[in-house]
């Protein structure tokens, strides 16, 4: 049974199969057992055996939506940490869930009376959980039966950890592939020494153009002197920075013709030997060709306010927190605040991971 959880990982059908012998090993005539992903509701899975797919909708989605009687009563003690573990009697008496209209109408008729629930993860990014139930004839799930349960947590907890750290690795790919493939902005992949490893079509057109910044012997340069100490400053600073913790913003002139370029670089938080080191990511902001981002796919995916969604957008168009809040007319420490709902709404850590996340979902609009 452990080795089915972790192949579990790998294979997600396996969970059926992990969940039949679990349930009939206690007895039960349900069992379920889900995962929800926020930031990628497509890898969100959720496991039911012992009722039908359409039963367990008209449950949870139709007739008896709301009507569980015992999730409204562990309000008191969420979130919940991972390995919390309650029974159904524990939470809603006997005499409370008989008086029910969803147990009168749906749970008895199934055989769904005693049982428990455990919390294998709760996080921004992450919640899953496990419930059995089986009939009233059978009493409550003994202590034997119990610790046979809990004996499983663990490695459950361990399992859908792994599960959760593969989608923010899949995630991470990507954003990173989405910020390599945008049209409006150039994206360049560094080693420790700025030669340039990688360059989209927008980055290869505005370096052999030359004008503010250029290739030299595949190195990154900055044509004026002022500017390219400003470059090798920036770099320094990102590379003495907790992997993927700093961005670095500056402005690459163009001469007095033309608005500057906006340059903004973070360190990539995987190391890699390959590159002595861990590998500099800079984003070039071309404000002539740079199109405005369309905030309503932030707003409606992530829930944002206008003025979060409109802070999110600032920044990945190359302004600083500083320069938003002077723009919106409020304070500095508002506008950060505005910034850590922004983080917790769009479950990243990092500005770096916003941007980029800004930019796989919030569309370019029309100029107007």
């Known amino acids: 049974m452990v080795g089915l959880i972790y192949a579990a990982t790998e294979d997600s059908a396996l969970w059926r199969t992990f969940l039949e012998r679990f349930v009939k090993h206690l007895q039960c005539t349900m069992g379920a057992f889900s995962i929800a992903s926020f930031q990628r509701p497509t890898l969100s899975l959720n496991t039911v055996v012992g009722v039908s797919e359409e039963e367990y909708q008209d449950y949870t989605n139709g007739t008896w939506k709301g009507q569980d009687p015992w999730l409204p009563r562990l309000a008191s003690v969420l979130p919940a940490p991972p390995g919390f573990m309650r029974m159904s009697q524990e939470i809603c008496p006997d005499e409370e869930l008989e008086k029910t209209s969803v147990y009168k109408h749906y749970l008895r008729d199934r055989g769904l009376h005693y049982g428990g629930g455990v919390v294998l993860a709760s996080s921004a990014l992450q919640v899953s959980t496990m419930t059995v139930l089986r009939p009233k004839q059978l009493g409550p799930l003994t202590e034997a039966e119990q610790s046979y349960w809990r004996g499983f947590v663990p490695h459950l907890v361990r399992a859908v950890r792994m599960i959760g750290e593969k989608m923010q690795l899949r995630n991470e790919r990507d954003l990173l592939y989405s910020a390599m493939n945008d049209t409006h902005s150039g994206m360049l992949l560094l080693n420790r020494s700025r030669e340039v490893l990688f360059a989209n079509e927008t980055a290869e057109r505005l370096l052999e153009a030359g004008v503010g910044i250029r290739y030299e012997n595949g190195i990154l340069r900055a044509s004026s002197i002022e500017d390219e100490n400003q470059l090798q400053q920036a770099f320094e600073h990102v590379g003495n920075a907790v992997p993927g913790a700093w961005t670095q913003r500056l402005k690459i002139s163009r001469g007095p013709d033309a608005p500057p370029l906006l340059l903004m670089l973070w360190m990539v938080s995987a190391e890699q030997p390959e590159f002595h080191g861990h590998p500099v990511m800079v984003r070039i902001v071309d404000p002539v060709s740079q199109l405005p981002l369309d905030q309503s796919a932030l707003r409606?995916?992530?829930?944002?306010?206008?003025?979060?969604?409109?802070?999110?957008?600032?920044?990945?168009?190359?302004?600083?927190?500083?320069?938003?809040?002077?723009?919106?007319?409020?304070s500095i420490n508002t506008m950060r605040t505005h910034l850590a709902r922004v983080f917790s709404k769009m479950g990243v850590r990092q500005q770096s991971q916003l941007v980029s996340l800004v930019l796989l979902t919030a569309p370019k609009g029309p100029r107007v």
Do not use: F, R
């Open 300 to 330: 409606e995916l992530y829930l944002l306010t206008k003025a979060e969604a409109d802070l999110a957008c600032k920044l990945a168009s190359g302004i600083t927190l500083e320069q938003a809040a002077e723009s919106a007319h409020v």
